[in-house]
């Protein structure tokens, strides 16, 4: 079974930190894209960032960069991670853990995170 669990979101005032995981299993994940993806009820989910050791590209949307910082660990624990500073309101969504790779993609469940004003 794949599996992909997300972990680290909460409640937290603007300004502040927060550090997502996504521990990954049921698959080889240096071979996967690993992507944080979130939403917002009522708009589209927005790819936030995403890294892959196949060709060691990494990618941010213009809303965070400077402010998030995804990584992954497959040394270990097959985790992906992601660096949430200098949080703003308007980063309140759930945030998803994705993997894909040969035409599929794997969900895990979201963790809420929202920021207060």
């Known amino acids: 079974d794949v599996q992909l669990q997300a972990s680290g979101g909460g409640l937290v005032q603007a300004g502040g930190s927060l550090r997502l995981s996504c521990a990954v299993s049921?698959?080889?994940?240096?071979?996967?894209?690993m992507s944080w993806i979130r939403q917002v009820p009522g708009k589209e989910r927005e790819v936030v960032s995403c890294?892959?050791?196949?060709?060691?590209?990494?990618?941010y949307a213009d809303s965070v960069k400077g402010r998030f910082t995804i990584s992954s660990d497959s040394n270990t624990e097959n985790e992906v991670f992601l660096q949430m500073n200098s949080l703003k309101p308007e980063d309140t969504a759930v945030y998803y853990c994705?993997?894909?790779?040969?035409?599929?993609?794997?969900w895990g469940k979201g963790t809420q995170v929202t920021v207060s004003s």
């Open positions: 049921g698959i080889t994940f240096d071979d996967y894209a």
């Open positions: 890294t892959s050791k196949s060709d060691g590209s990494t990618y």
């Open positions: 994705n993997a894909r790779a040969y035409g599929v993609d794997y």
